[in-house]
């Protein structure tokens, strides 16, 4: 009797030694670059805050992006005007 694997399961050949040591190097390599994104994730990211939006606070950022907004439309104007 033929030792078969279940329909639909993939049995793998053995790795040698060599091929281990490949895999496991590869997964070091891949471990160290996710903690070196996350570090540099954490320095991109300063501190977040959340803010009322009925605050003063609030109101005074609302009322400069949309100043902002107006200028940005106003430069895109002058700008396909030409």
């Known amino acids: ?6 329909k ?5 050949k ?5 091929e281990m040591m490949e895999l496991e ?3 070091s390599e891949l471990m160290k670059r996710q903690v070196e994104e996350q570090e540099l994730s954490k320095k991109k990211e300063k501190i977040r805050v959340c803010i ?3 605050s003063y606070i609030g ?3 609302l ?5 902002l907004h107006e200028i940005l ?3 895109r104007r002058d700008k396909g005007s030409r």
């Open 1 to 6: 009797m033929m030792n078969r694997a279940p």
């Open 8 to 12: 639909g399961v993939v049995r793998l």
């Open 14 to 18: 053995p790795k040698t030694g060599e």
């Open 25 to 27: 190097k590869n997964i």
């Open 52 to 54: 009322n939006p009925d």
């Open 59 to 61: 109101k005074e950022i």
């Open 63 to 67: 009322y400069q992006t949309a100043l």
């Open 73 to 75: 439309a106003e430069l």
